[in-house]
């Protein structure tokens, strides 16, 4: 076990500052951390750590205070065994409510795929502040009592078109009775025409003529 943990090597933790959370009350970010096995210049406003690694590495984060819950994203165990190798890590971050949150960030390096522990870092803690999350607007819902513009033109132009059914169906009456009169008369003439009677009867003439 002295000779694993002798053939350890210096590596770089990297991990999120608190200026790289935008941390909101209700909504998830993302948490960030990664191993390297040997040092790199730091990413944007990442903040670093030397630690020891060449054998597999696990890193673990806790959250504590406005509710928070910490959702790991990736495998907590990798392997950084060699200088070129490298390891990330990732966890949603999810506040419930405003205020603050610290998390505590922990990296140890085990002997192979056993749990023997060859070294482990000391508890390295962010803290940030949660905001509380920005009121929604809502459209307010017309009320079903409140009168409809739209209604009322479609009311107006089906009444419109009652009235004027009503005044083509009475205009059309005179037509009509005139209509059936002429067929009548046109219907006596033939009979008489048929039975040779071309004078007619004046009696009844004058009778067709009074209807």
């Not at 990413?43 to 928070?68: N, P, Q, S, W």
């Not at 971050?93 to 922990?106: C, D, E, I, N």
Request: glycine share 10%; net charge positive.
């Amino acid at each position: 076990m002295d000779r694993a943990r002798k053939a350890l090597f210096k590596g770089d933790l990297e991990y999120e500052g608190s200026d790289l959370l935008n941390l909101v009350a209700g909504d998830a970010d993302i948490f960030e951390a990664s191993i390297s096995g040997s040092w790199r210049k730091p990413t944007g406003k990442r903040l670093t750590t030397e630690i020891h690694a060449g054998a597999e590495m696990r890193v673990d984060l806790k959250c504590f205070g406005a509710g928070v819950e910490c959702t790991p994203l990736a495998s907590p165990r990798q392997s950084v065994l060699k200088q070129k190798d490298r390891a990330r890590w990732s966890w949603w971050v999810k506040p419930s409510r405003p205020g603050k949150v610290t998390l505590m960030l922990r990296a140890t390096s085990y002997y192979r795929a056993t749990d023997t522990v060859l070294f482990e870092t000391s508890p390295i803690t962010v803290q940030a502040t949660v905001k509380s999350a920005s009121p929604r607007t809502e459209r307010p819902v017309p009320h079903s009592d409140a009168p409809n513009p739209g209604s009322e033109i479609v009311g107006f132009v089906n009444s419109l078109g009652g009235l004027a059914a009503s005044l083509t169906a009475l205009l059309g009456l005179p037509g009509a009775y005139l209509g059936a009169k002429m067929l009548r008369r046109s219907a006596r003439e033939n009979a008489r025409t048929s039975t040779g009677d071309s004078d007619g009867d004046p009696e009844s003439d004058s009778r067709e003529n009074g209807e």
